[in-house]
């Protein structure tokens, strides 16, 4: 573990902080594109992942909407995942390599589970 506990402390206080940010922002772009159908926000949401390339002119506005929601979807999926890492002891290891993900990249994308190299090979 090339981090300290203080440093470990404090990525898990920016994790947390932006896990509130993007749970308020998913809620917000739902809001925004589905109203309170919730019923409607899931199949829309399905039917989305299995024609991701499919952007039809008339419904180009809602489905930028959806980009942006699945997006912040994902990055939430990620930070949640950062934290259970972080509680097994994984949290700092590339799991490309298993090598030690340096401090400066971690503060900087707390969610990241990649060292530079490993994250260029991409
Ligand atoms: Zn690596």
Redesign the pocket.
């Given at each position: 573990m090339s981090i300290s506990e203080e440093q470990r402390i404090y990525l898990r206080g920016k994790l947390l902080q932006e896990r509130e940010r993007y749970r308020s922002r998913i809620e917000y772009l739902r809001e925004e594109s589905f109203g309170q159908d919730r019923t409607a926000t899931i199949q829309e949401l399905a039917d989305y992942d299995n024609h991701p390339a499919d952007q039809g002119s008339e419904t180009y506005e809602r489905e930028s909407d959806l980009g942006l929601l699945l997006e912040a979807r994902d990055h939430l999926k990620s930070l949640e995942e950062a934290l259970v890492r972080m509680q097994d002891g994984q949290y700092g290891h590339?799991s490309?390599?298993?090598?030690d993900i340096p401090f400066e990249r971690l503060s900087s994308r707390p969610e990241t589970d990649?060292?530079v190299?490993?994250a260029s090979q991409d």
């Open positions: 590339c490309g390599c298993g090598r990649v060292c190299e490993c």
